[in-house]
């Protein structure tokens, strides 16, 4: 096997973190997740896109480079590296543009990429509701035809939307065949936030953060050319999303390779040689991270020769949520009483908290795992 880089994408690294190096603020930005620090983050994503950084691996038509798979996750490694600002368009870039590329018409992709991958138009993502979490199927929205106005009259109410309070735009499914099988008759809709109808009302998480959002809709009108793929075929589609954010895109490695060389670092500067148990969990974090970088590497070699996401991606989602908390609680170790006044490693650990949540419980991945990668019996 060789693992070595073509001198081609040797060049982009070196292009990408002299980039990197010259323009990330010298200063973090404040979090994505409040008001300021999403405006901050949206300047930031605009030079991204003036420097055709900010979507690598898309046709230069919609800004990118037309880099591989390699190349995006090598320009990802540079990123973390850099400690870049985290990106308040990921849910657009991430999650909803690979979902565009495979459902979306030719007219759909052209007029929302481009906006996307600027960050002029941001998207949040509205599958949960108060009563539909794991069971997704569950949900109760719906979306009644409006054959006058050419499209559809959506009711129902979303929640726990990340940055929805910020965003202009959401992707979600709602139930248009209610006499349907609950995972039939789901139709996947593109929501103008700022449409008639509309309410959007932020609240706070638990560090603080202004980063969730309900999102109520009362007979909000969604014209037909914002339906991504068939009427009633929504559950399909939505499911290419959720692989796209377990699998790959949504958790790069190399923000797991830099936050395990920041810990070897912080190890280093608190002489943590003296507590051996917490010297184990360090090479610990560091070999995960290793660990994950392969298998990654092993899953972009299974894709650029064609082969899709399927349930495997529930196992990378539990092997870097649960690496992600270790990781964060080896760092609070190494901090000792100090770990109370520190701003990023205890900010980073309360959000390493909830992925086991988002994205899928770690519980439902496990189920995924057990019937659909090891061929267990339901019960
Ligand atoms: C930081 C963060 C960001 C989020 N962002 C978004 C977003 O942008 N958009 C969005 O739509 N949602 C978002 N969510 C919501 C997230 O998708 C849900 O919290 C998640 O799907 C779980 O749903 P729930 O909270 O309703 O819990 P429930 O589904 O009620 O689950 C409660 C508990 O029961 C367990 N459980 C449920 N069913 C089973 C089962 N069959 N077998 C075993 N255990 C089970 C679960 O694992 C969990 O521990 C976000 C959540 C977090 C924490």
Redesign the pocket.
């Known amino acids: 096997m060789d693992l070595s880089y073509r001198e081609e994408e040797e060049a982009f690294r070196a292009e990408a973190r002299a980039w990197l190096a010259a323009n990330v603020p010298a200063e973090p930005l404040p979090s994505g997740d409040t008001a300021e620090g999403f405006a901050l983050h949206k300047e930031w994503e605009q030079r991204l896109f003036d420097a055709r950084f900010a979507v690598v691996s898309w046709p230069e038509a919609y800004g990118g480079r037309e880099a591989s798979l390699w190349e995006w996750l090598i320009f990802e490694e540079e990123y973390y590296r850099a400690h870049a600002p985290q990106r308040v368009t990921q849910?657009g870039i991430f999650l909803l543009a690979p979902t565009l590329f495979e459902f979306g018409t030719p007219e759909q992709q052209d007029r929302i990429l481009p906006r996307m991958a600027s960050g002029e138009e941001t998207w949040?993502?509205?599958?949960?509701?108060p009563d539909?979490?794991?069971?997704?199927a569950a949900i109760r929205s719906r979306a009644v035809r409006d054959g006058d106005a050419g499209g559809w009259r959506l009711t129902g109410q979303?929640?726990?939307?990340?940055?929805?309070a910020f965003c202009d735009r959401m992707f979600?499914l709602c139930r248009t065949d209610p006499d349907a099988e609950r995972h039939r008759g789901l139709t996947y809709f593109l929501v103008d936030l700022r449409a008639e109808g509309v309410t959007v009302r932020g609240f706070g998480?638990l560090d603080g953060d202004e980063?969730?959002a309900d999102v109520f809709l009362e007979d909000a009108f969604v014209p037909d050319r914002d339906v991504l793929g068939e009427v009633n075929e929504g559950w399909r589609v939505a499911m290419a999303t959720t692989g796209s954010e377990r699998g790959l895109t949504l958790r790069s490695p190399g923000r797991f390779t830099a936050a395990a060389a920041r810990l070897t670092d912080l190890y280093r500067e608190r002489g943590g040689a003296a507590d051996p148990l917490l010297r184990d969990d360090v090479v610990r974090a560091w070999m995960d991270a290793e660990a994950y970088r392969l298998q990654t590497l092993q899953t972009v070699t299974a894709l650029s020769e064609g082969a899709r996401p399927g349930a495997e991606s529930s196992l990378t989602k539990l092997f870097w949520s649960e690496l992600d908390v270790r990781l964060h609680e080896t760092a609070l170790g190494l901090l000792g009483p100090d770990a109370e006044a520190d701003g990023p490693w205890m900010k980073g650990y309360q959000?390493a908290l909830?992925?086991p949540?988002?994205?899928?419980?770690?519980?439902?991945q496990?189920?995924v795992v057990a019937e659909r990668v090891l061929g267990l019996p339901r019960r």
Do not use: M, P, V
Not at 132 to 136: K, Q, V
């Open positions: 849910n949040c993502q509205g599958w949960s509701e539909a979490g794991s069971d997704l979303k929640t726990w939307t990340t940055r929805g979600g998480r980063g969730f959000f909830s992925g949540i988002y994205a899928g419980t770690n519980e439902i496990r189920n």
